[in-house]
T-cell receptor, first 116, second 119 residues
Framework: AQSVTQLGSHVSVSEGALVLLRCNYS??????LFWYVQYPNQGLQLLLK??????LVKGINGFEAEFKKSETSFHLTKPSAHMRDAAEYFC??????????????FGKGTLLTVNP | EAEVAQSPRYKITEKSQAVAFWCDPISGHATLYWYRQILGQGPELLVQFQDESVVDDSQLPKDRFSAERLKGVDSTLKIQPAELGDSAMYLC?????????????????FGEGSRLTVL
């Protein structure tokens, strides 16, 4: 079975500081990995996705994530935090690329707080 | 920009009452999903439709939950009777095709959700 674990339910950083949100996955087959962002009282928006084309994936809003098979990790980073980055971030995994019946399995989320 | 529309945004109900949520996906999107997001947790898939057919409802509590997408466009999720543990955000998402979410056309677009509080 596939799953993701997000380490740290709450991360607090100062504006301008590095953002690091951790995600580890468990999958018996090569996974597809995603990061989504959810602003208060809104739906989820895709930040970036890993599809095996490149281990370093760049997404929107200056975020990027690196797939490390040896560490089974897909951590999300941003060099310099902005106040507008304050939101909840979800890591998700899906396996398989065929058929029409697949699932995105989400982690529990990490709430990012950015302090002025 | 096209969006996934959901209503109501907020619903407060008493336990044992019936409640319904409506979702209108992005025009032309064949695949529709209902997710439940309990506070402090990630979204969990309840049901997936391909056009009007159910593809996956393995996590849908069928004794009290039902979902339909009669004409393959908009969809309704119903809970009857509601229980305290049903308090959550109900998210609808759609994708152009049933392709994998990593593939072109398979990306999920989420609505703003319907927040249910059961008293």
């Amino acid at each position: 079975a596939q799953s993701v674990t997000q380490l740290g339910s709450h991360v607090s950083v100062s504006e301008g500081a590095l953002v690091l949100l951790r995600c580890n996955y468990s999958s018996s087959v090569p996974p597809y990995l995603f990061w989504y962002v959810q602003y208060p009282n809104q739906g989820l928006q895709l930040l970036l996705k890993y599809t095996s084309a490149a281990t370093l994936v760049k997404g929107i809003n200056g975020f990027e994530a690196e797939f490390k098979k040896s560490e089974t990790s897909f951590h999300l980073t941003k060099p310099s935090a902005h106040m507008r980055d304050a939101a909840e971030y979800f890591c998700a995994v899906s396996v398989g690329s065929g058929g029409s019946n697949y699932k995105l399995t989400f982690g529990k989320g990490t709430l990012l707080t950015v302090n002025p | 920009e096209a969006e996934v529309a959901q209503s109501p945004r907020y619903k407060i109900t008493e336990k044992s009452q019936a409640v319904a949520f409506w979702c209108d996906p992005i025009s032309g999107h064949a695949t529709l999903y209902w997710y439940r997001q309990i506070l402090g947790q990630g979204p969990e898939l309840l049901v997936q439709f391909q056009d009007e057919s159910v593809v996956d409802d393995s996590q849908l509590p069928k004794d009290r939950f039902s979902a339909e997408r009669l004409k393959g466009v908009d969809s309704t999720l119903k809970i009857q009777p509601a229980e305290l543990g049903d308090s959550a955000m109900y998210l609808c998402a759609s994708s152009l095709t049933a392709r994998h979410p990593s593939r072109r056309g398979g990306e999920l677009f989420f609505g703003e959700g319907s927040r249910l509080t059961v008293l």
